[in-house]
């Protein structure tokens, strides 16, 4: 499986961008997909996530702001970020993994692909 993402760019605060991160090959309805980020300067660290169900997570810091959504027809994977903060900036990475438990899904270790990253910067 490949993940390609796209759709950073450079926002002022309040505004919003929605990433995308196309996934190649079969059976991407059946990984978890989740979002990662890494923020300048800090460790990569967990954003979000879809489950094959549907069910999503959220990590406190953008619930209620961000929104996780996945298309199977498309094999694509979205995140809706709405009310951007400059604590948001940083390098957003897709991941998939059909292996991970709910307990570790913002464990970066438990995903086996992932995408190359796209950039957010969010100017005050």
């Known amino acids: 499986v490949q993940l390609q993402a796209c759709g950073g760019g450079l926002v002022q605060a309040g505004g919003s961008l929605r990433l995308s991160c196309a996934a190649s090959g079969r059976a991407f309805i059946m990984y978890t997909m989740t979002w990662f980020r890494q923020p300048p300067g800090r460790e990569r660290e967990f954003v979000a996530a879809?489950?094959?169900?549907?069910?999503?997570y959220y990590t406190d810091s953008v619930k209620g702001r961000f929104t996780i959504s996945r298309d199977n027809a498309k094999n694509t994977v979205y995140l809706q970020m709405n009310s951007l903060i400059p604590e948001d900036t940083a390098v957003y990475l897709c991941?998939?993994?059909?292996?991970?438990?709910?307990?570790?899904?913002?464990?970066?270790?438990?995903?086996?692909?992932w995408g190359q990253g796209t950039e957010v910067t969010v100017s005050s």
């Open positions: 879809i489950r094959r169900s549907g069910n999503t």
């Open positions: 991941a998939g993994s059909q292996r991970v438990i709910l307990s570790a899904i913002a464990t970066s270790s438990m995903y086996d692909y």
